[in-house]
């Protein structure tokens, strides 16, 4: 008897042992977002900050607070932090490595008298940060066309991480969930295999009579040929005498994919903080609990984002913090539901 299984049961067998389908698939920050529910939530979260207004307040004697129009690192943070992006890509860039590698690096080009001119962006793969014995940091960075790392203080870096072990470097979220991510990737590495077979099973090709190891090869080679894939589905097989055809019923219900996909959905978003709604999943959600959703994805998800942000651009940035400040504007978010807004409106 000749088994020929397409790869689409052979991945799902890999299935069967979590550990085996997380070790089977290389899971990087980069390879990380061919996940479709890491990139949506990479997404959601990095547009969200990005599209958020960014600007440095000065305070003012009465307790107020008035936007610093004047002063350059108001134009830099809020409109155009380099020759080459505008505000919204550069957040944007930084906040997906943020959630890719767990930091993110600029070079701060000073000016006169130390303040910054321009705010270029680092490859966090590239970055190596030591603590000296001062308690000083210093950052190795290697550019792409080298391989002798450029040392840098810490007054030539802006540097937002994420949570840390040692204070100095941060965790990096994607292999921290490489887990949850394989298993993602595999139920759908399965479906793309599963249906780019033409949403056929796998076939066992039997023999009545003993087969030579080159005839078996060449049987399957022609069967492979003649019906895998979409566009050859269906057709009328032609066998020799002696070979018949039997086909592997997998339902993919029974199997749990359909559920199997769903939960890795939920559970990528959960690792993310992200309503699942917001990634397409509304299976578990209604109108007026997408309302509240949404601000608490504003409350638990985008203000700790924020404020690394703010307290970062304070301590790296801003010369005379007792003078001004930086800080996002979420008010636009925080209107609440349409109650809410009706009652204040009132």
């Known amino acids: 008897m000749i088994e020929l299984r397409s790869s689409a049961i052979r991945a799902f067998e890999e299935l069967s042992e979590s550990r085996r389908t997380a070790a089977g698939i290389t899971i990087s920050p980069e390879t990380s977002l061919q996940c479709s529910a890491v990139l949506a939530c990479v997404r959601v979260i990095s547009e969200s900050v990005a599209a958020l207004p960014l600007n440095l307040y000065r305070r003012i004697e009465s307790g107020g607070k008035t936007i610093a129009a004047g002063v350059p690192l108001h134009t830099i943070l809020s409109d155009t932090p380099n020759g080459w992006m505008t505000g919204f890509e550069f957040r944007e860039l930084m906040q997906s490595w943020l959630l890719l590698w767990g930091n993110a690096y600029a070079e701060i080009r000073p000016g006169q008298y130390g303040s910054v001119t321009e705010l270029w962006p680092m490859h966090p793969s590239r970055m190596k940060v030591e603590r000296l014995k001062n308690g000083r940091l210093r950052y190795l960075y290697t550019e792409p066309n080298s391989t002798t790392p450029t040392p840098y203080a810490q007054d030539q870096i802006f540097h937002i991480r994420w949570l840390t072990q040692d204070g100095v470097t941060g965790y990096v979220p994607t292999n921290l969930s490489k887990d949850a991510i394989a298993l993602a990737r595999a139920t759908e590495l399965h479906s ?105 994805f504003v409350t638990f998800s985008l203000v700790p984002w924020l404020r690394r942000w703010e307290a970062c651009i304070r301590r790296d940035l801003i010369l005379d913090d007792e003078t001004y400040f930086a800080e996002f504007d979420v008010r636009g978010l925080m209107r609440g539901d349409n109650a809410g807004r009706a009652a204040y409106y009132k």
């Open 192 to 296: 793309g295999a599963y249906f780019g077979n033409g949403a056929r099973p796998g076939i066992i090709l039997e023999s009545d009579q003993p087969l030579k190891p080159e005839t078996a090869q060449r049987l399957r080679q022609t069967w492979e040929e003649m019906h895998r894939g979409p566009d050859r589905s269906s057709r009328t097989a032609v066998l020799p005498h002696g070979i018949h055809a039997k086909e592997i019923s997998v339902n993919n219900d029974a199997a749990q994919l359909i559920e199997t996909r769903r939960y890795q959905v939920e559970e990528i978003a959960r690792s993310f903080r992200v309503p699942a709604y917001m990634i397409g999943d509304l299976t578990k959600s209604s109108y007026s609990s997408v309302e509240q959703q949404g601000l608490d």
